[in-house]
């Protein structure tokens, strides 16, 4: 099958921002099932129940990163998308869940910074592979947890439609 190009890009303005707002979070097992456009647009979905858990973010603490993987000698691609976050406060509530959380598998939704919403992990789910708990040294260092999620997907992370956004009630 031949790689036909489609289009080329033009020169974008200056008004997009970094960084991540919030993340929502939900166990494999329950996120049912929707439909993916070719676009990379989840048009539709419904969760096998409304377990979404809702983690609010820090400006300037938290982002994700895409890496496009291909081995032209075997001639596969594959993307990894990595999710990094930082929960302030080193609280026990949060080491329970972050410990349920490395055992787990699953799906994370994320809105940057420009309201748009990210799917990650829609398909072989994330992982939790690093943690780190730190309890500061100087006054005004970070005390918390930073965490990092790992997705291996066969396309890049999708875009949540606005009609789902809203029956999410995200």
Known sequence: MACILTTGFALDCKD???GIKNIWIIANSNKGTFTKSASGTVT???????????????????SFETDVMTNATNGTTYYETKLSIQLNKMEVYKRNEIKL???AMVMIIVQDRNSTYWV???N??????????????????????????TAMEEDMPCIL????VTSLGL
């Open 161 to 164: 439609a606005s009609a789902v």
């Open 124 to 149: 072989n789910g994330c992982d939790l592979t690093t943690g780190k708990g730190t309890s500061g040294v100087a006054m005004g260092d970070m005390n918390g947890w930073s965490l990092e999620f």
């Open 44 to 62: 539709a979905w419904t969760p096998v129940s409304n377990s979404l858990f809702k983690y609010e973010l820090r400006k300037a603490s938290s």
């Open 120 to 122: 990650l992990g829609d």
């Open 16 to 18: 997009a921002v970094g």
């Open 101 to 103: 959380l490395a055992g």
